[in-house]
């Protein structure tokens, strides 16, 4: 089947800009760019809509220094008004107060997956596979909770 580029390009485009949204704290736009009941699973536990999506991430982030989530090696397979993509992500998160100058670090592969909708392709579901860990995991304060 030949995919129209541009859907690719679209999700691509998504999956940086919620990459980038945990970055920017942009919990709102997380929730934008996922239909209202995703769902996803990063590691703790299974989430079944946008906004529980949006909620664990600012549990592990809100108290953190500054992060950056780089995505790569991006591959993205569309049928129709369904689509599949994988995506490595490299994520830093800096510490902040008493943890200042430590780090924690993952490695590891977002499984995602996506519709097509009226206002363009969002998320339905995410699952982070993690391959490796390094760093104080303190600093995500959510994680030691």
Request: proline share 1%; net charge negative; glycine share 10%.
């Amino acid at each position: 089947m030949i995919t129209d580029s541009r859907d690719e390009r679209d999700i691509y485009r998504n999956i940086v800009l919620i990459a980038r949204a945990m970055d920017e704290r942009n919990w709102g736009e997380i929730e934008k760019l996922a239909v209202p009941d995703a769902t996803g699973d990063f590691g703790d536990g299974a989430v079944s809509s946008a906004a529980e999506i949006a909620a664990l991430l600012r549990r592990y982030l809100d108290d953190c220094g500054p992060t950056q989530h780089l995505i790569g090696n991006v591959v993205i397979d569309v049928t129709g008004d369904t689509a599949t993509s994988r995506a490595y992500v490299a994520d830093m998160h800096l510490g902040v107060g008493d943890l200042e100058g430590q780090y924690f670090r993952t490695l590891g592969d977002y499984h995602d997956s996506w519709a097509r909708t009226a206002d363009g392709w969002k998320l339905t579901d995410r699952t982070k596979h993690h391959s490796g860990m390094m760093g104080n995991i303190a600093i995500l304060a959510h994680a030691m909770n």
